[in-house]
């Protein structure tokens, strides 16, 4: 068993992992870390609130690439802009509504 210091939102987290799986580890910490950040420099005032914010954009975000037909899967730069209009309305919404 390894362990694995994450740097998120300022603060550091010790997380165990299986050997060999501390680089996979520390590269979610770095998305969770990268997520956090774009919900700006108030988020942090509640933090377990804008980790569960953050959480949800990236289980959001999975679920998409997930849940893709081949038919929605558009070359890079090709009609990307539309999906990301998309799912940055779908993120808003969710927020809008985690917020009430």
């Given at each position: 068993?390894?362990?694995?210091?994450?740097?998120?939102?300022?603060?550091?987290?010790?997380?165990a992992?299986?050997?060999?799986?501390?680089?996979?580890?520390?590269?979610?910490?770095?998305?969770?870390d990268g997520?956090?950040?774009?919900l700006?420099?108030?988020?942090?005032?509640?933090?377990?609130?804008?980790?569960l914010f953050?959480?949800?954009?990236?289980?959001?975000e999975a679920?998409e690439l997930?849940?893709?037909?081949?038919?929605?899967?558009?070359p890079?730069?090709?009609?990307a802009?539309?999906?990301?209009?998309?799912?940055?309305?779908?993120?808003?919404?969710?927020?809008?509504s985690?917020?009430?």
């Open positions: 068993m390894a362990n694995v210091t994450l740097r998120i939102g300022g603060r550091s987290y010790a997380v992992c299986q050997d060999g799986e501390e680089a996979h580890i520390a590269s979610l910490g770095r998305a969770i997520k956090l950040a774009t700006g420099p108030n988020a942090t005032q509640n933090e377990p609130r804008a980790l953050a959480a949800l954009l990236l289980a959001d679920h997930k849940h893709r037909t081949p038919s929605e899967a558009a890079p730069g090709d009609g802009a539309p999906a990301l209009e998309a799912m940055a309305e779908r993120l808003e919404k969710l927020a809008e985690l917020e009430a």
